[in-house]
């Protein structure tokens, strides 16, 4: 039924203060437990929240690479690690979850296609360093697509974590990198 331990937790704890408020107000309102009680109920969906959004993706301009069509693959890659963050924090079931994950997967050997012909057919010296880094991290994720089939509580966590570290920190140096050397050469 809870998929996340937070939400369950949640639930649990806003029940627990909405009695405790209510055996508060019994005691008496002048006893100031029901309202701290009070406070705590209304503050628990504000932090959920906040946790919540915290596990999503949201573009910054800071992560442009200068070149629009790279800028719009990085976009595209954000949204389907956030529609895969969604399925497994919602629980929408194994099969979406596999889904969200085979999209995910295919447009990022997509991206990386297009990514590798655009710096081979600029003359990009350090394409072959950059091509390294794609394929360990293809790698990496077929590892975790192969133990989510045996586990998928916890790869499927894990492999969220690094999918978001990943693409940040890759976006952020590797590409910033040939997008610096192509902007010079007038591709934007
Ligand atoms: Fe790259
Ligand atoms: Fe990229």
Redesign the pocket.
């Known amino acids: 039924m809870f998929k996340s331990l937070g939400t369950f937790g949640m639930v649990l704890l806003m029940v627990t203060a909405l009695v405790m408020v209510g055996l508060g107000f019994i005691v008496g309102p002048d006893h100031p437990l029901p309202w701290i009680m009070l406070i705590i109920v209304i503050a628990i969906p504000f932090i959920h929240n906040k946790t919540v959004s915290n596990r999503y993706l949201v573009w910054k301009d800071e992560y442009s690479?200068g070149i629009e069509e790279?800028d719009n693959?990085?976009k595209k890659?954000l949204h389907l690690i956030n529609q895969l963050q969604t399925a497994v924090h919602y629980y929408t079931g194994k099969e979406f979850e596999e889904k969200a994950l085979d999209e995910l997967v295919d447009y990022t050997k997509t991206?990386?296609k297009n990514?590798e012909k655009l710096m081979a057919d600029n003359g990009y010296a350090d394409l072959e360093a950059h091509k390294i880094q794609h394929k360990q991290f293809i790698d990496k994720v077929n590892h975790f697509v192969e133990q989510y089939k045996t586990n998928s509580d916890v790869t499927m966590i894990d492999t969220l974590k690094f999918l978001k570290e990943w693409l940040i920190n890759?976006?952020n140096g590797?590409?910033k990198e040939y997008g610096k050397v192509l902007n010079e050469k007038g591709i934007h």
């Open positions: 690479v790279m693959d990085h890659l991206h990386f990514e890759h976006i590797t590409d």
